[in-house]
């Protein structure tokens, strides 16, 4: 095992040049997280962000499922999180620093996913299902997803998969949202879609995305203003890129 691959409880930290791969290995409970699993998932998190030369982070689950969420067996070593600053599941009360993708094979349910909604993209094989299903056993969604499903589906879709705990397919979820694309190997096509972002020049990346979750919310003034201090603070980059531009880089959309 090389220095830049370890396995500790259940989550593997694999670099790829400017890719980080962090893969749920709990494959007999398929990949529900227990106490250790969740702090394992933390310091993945952190280890990504302090390394400046990791630029985006997918997050995936091995074997046949992305993550059934809570390990319902091992359900009193994540009570303690329920009200802690991290949420019960690792990282999902967190906002991630740098760009991140789910890559999603097999079961994405209940806290799972709450965890891929957590990331910014998703990349979904045919095999996917995503759906609340801890609505049949009382357990809320606290781990971001009430928050963060309506903002990606719409209220009324939300509402829909949260209110009756229903099963969607990969199809479906890709007709309304939920996933960003559909690929018969997910890893392989996020790992490429996470290299495409890492190309970019990244303060731009950075700063346009904080932008988004910044201005999530606020009346239009108010986002247009954190729009633009956002911007003006990466103008030097763009300044840059558009000299690339007229030297004849990027024509006709190469590049892309």
């Given at each position: 095992?090389?220095?830049?691959?370890?396995?500790v409880?259940?989550?593997?930290?694999?670099?790829?040049?400017?890719?980080?791969?962090?893969?749920?290995?709990?494959?007999?409970?398929?990949?529900?997280?227990?106490?250790?699993?969740?702090?394992?998932?933390?310091?993945?998190?952190?280890?990504?962000?302090?390394?400046?030369?990791?630029?985006?982070?997918?997050l995936?689950?091995?074997?046949?499922?992305?993550?059934?969420?809570?390990?319902?067996?091992?359900?009193?070593?994540?009570?303690?999180?329920?009200?802690g600053?991290?949420?019960?599941?690792?990282?999902?009360?967190?906002?991630?620093?740098?760009?991140?993708?789910?890559?999603?094979?097999?079961?994405?349910?209940?806290?799972?996913?709450?965890?891929?909604?957590?990331?910014?993209?998703?990349?979904?094989?045919?095999?996917?299902?995503?759906?609340?299903?801890?609505?049949?056993?009382?357990?809320?969604?606290?781990?971001?997803?009430?928050?963060?499903?309506?903002?990606?589906?719409?209220?009324?879709?939300?509402?829909?998969?949260?209110?009756?705990?229903?099963?969607?397919?990969?199809?479906?979820?890709?007709?309304?949202?939920?996933v960003?694309?559909?690929?018969?190997?997910?890893?392989?096509?996020?790992?490429?879609?996470?290299?495409?972002?890492?190309?970019?020049?990244?303060?731009?990346?950075?700063s346009?995305?904080?932008?988004?979750?910044?201005?999530?919310?606020?009346?239009?003034?108010?986002?247009?203003?954190?729009?633009?201090?956002?911007?003006?603070?990466?103008?030097?980059?763009?300044?840059?890129?558009?000299?690339?531009f007229?030297?004849?880089?990027?024509?006709?959309?190469?590049?892309?």
């Amino acid at each position: 095992m090389s220095s830049d691959e370890a396995q500790v409880d259940e989550v593997r930290y694999d670099a790829r040049g400017p890719v980080v791969v962090v893969t749920i290995d709990r494959q007999h409970r398929r990949n529900a997280i227990d106490g250790p699993t969740a702090e394992r998932l933390v310091e993945a998190l952190e280890r990504f962000e302090a390394d400046d030369e990791r630029r985006v982070l997918v997050l995936t689950g091995a074997g046949e499922a992305f993550c059934a969420g809570a390990d319902l067996t091992a359900i009193a070593t994540l009570a303690p999180r329920a009200t802690g600053p991290d949420g019960p599941l690792g990282f999902t009360r967190r906002v991630a620093a740098k760009p991140t993708i789910a890559a999603v094979d097999g079961w994405a349910v209940a806290g799972g996913l709450e965890l891929a909604l957590w990331c910014d993209l998703r990349v979904a094989s045919p095999r996917a299902t995503f759906g609340c299903f801890e609505r049949r056993w009382g357990v809320p969604l606290i781990d971001g997803g009430t928050w963060r499903l309506p903002r990606i589906v719409g209220l009324g879709r939300a509402l829909d998969l949260i209110l009756t705990g229903r099963a969607v397919d990969a199809t479906e979820a890709l007709a309304i949202g939920l996933v960003t694309s559909v690929a018969d190997d997910p890893l392989a096509a996020a790992v490429e879609l996470a290299e495409r972002i890492a190309s970019y020049p990244q303060s731009t990346v950075i700063s346009d995305r904080a932008s988004v979750y910044a201005g999530w919310g606020h009346e239009v003034g108010e986002a247009l203003r954190i729009e633009m201090e956002h911007g003006v603070a990466v103008l030097e980059t763009g300044r840059r890129g558009a000299e690339r531009f007229v030297a004849g880089e990027g024509r006709g959309g190469s590049g892309l």
